[in-house]
């Protein structure tokens, strides 16, 4: 059971965190413009961030749970429809430009304050607090155990912090950058099919309790 939950926040997780959005720009532009430390020093602030969506969100599900189970329940529909609903926007997103510039750029960004913005970009996405709160909805029930719960938080985390640190690595060598960015719409359109595929098995999940 632990294990069936773990892939299910593991695999959405991974379409969270691959789909281009504003968390991959500014990795993507600080790495261009600043340095490669300060990706990765970005990529750690977007996991910070990260974090604190998972504290709260597994909180917010705990008090719930313990209130209405009721209530619960609902919460576990709306939030497989609205994993469906993300990957059908997904499916149907239009092509968009990255920015590739020829000639090295000057930020006057200081490399510390890298943190504070993959912090702050990653926490003040409100896309991101529906994510997590609709995708804990679906792997935790009143009997999940506490090491469970932190399991699956921290499985998102990590993968946040490996993906934005992986995409500060390669991307500032401006080929694979190049390459990387004319096949944003195909990633985007992969990740919604799975994103469908999943929220449709939660629903049919929530049919056969």
């Not at 149907?92 to 590739?100: H, N, Q």
């Not at 003040?124 to 719960?149: C, E, H, M, W, Y």
């Not at 992986?166 to 990740?191: D, K």
Request: proline share 3%.
């Amino acid at each position: 059971m632990i294990f069936s939950g773990w892939l299910t926040v593991f695999i959405l997780g991974l379409v969270l965190v691959v789909v281009p959005g504003p968390n991959f720009v500014m990795t993507l532009r600080n790495s261009l413009l600043i340095s490669r430390r300060a990706g990765l020093l970005t990529a750690s602030g977007i996991a910070l961030g990260g974090a604190t969506h998972v504290a709260y969100s597994l909180a917010g599900v705990g008090v719930i749970i313990s209130q209405s189970i009721f209530l619960f329940g609902v919460l576990k529909w709306l939030g497989a429809a609205y994993l469906v609903w993300l990957g059908i926007k997904a499916l149907r997103a239009e092509k968009r430009a990255l920015v590739v510039t020829d000639t090295p750029q000057v930020s006057r960004t200081p490399t510390r304050a890298a943190v504070r913005i993959g912090y702050l970009t990653c926490l003040l996405n409100p896309k991101s607090t529906l994510f997590f709160f609709a995708l804990f909805t679906q792997v935790i029930g009143p009997d999940t155990s506490l090491p469970a719960r932190l399991l699956y938080g921290m499985t998102v985390v990590a993968l946040q912090l490996a993906w934005y640190s992986c995409v500060a690595l390669v991307i500032s060598q401006r080929t694979i950058q190049r390459r990387f960015a004319a096949a944003t719409l195909w990633i985007e359109r992969l990740t919604g099919a799975a994103m469908i595929g999943l929220g449709i098995r939660l629903v049919l999940a929530r049919r056969a309790e």
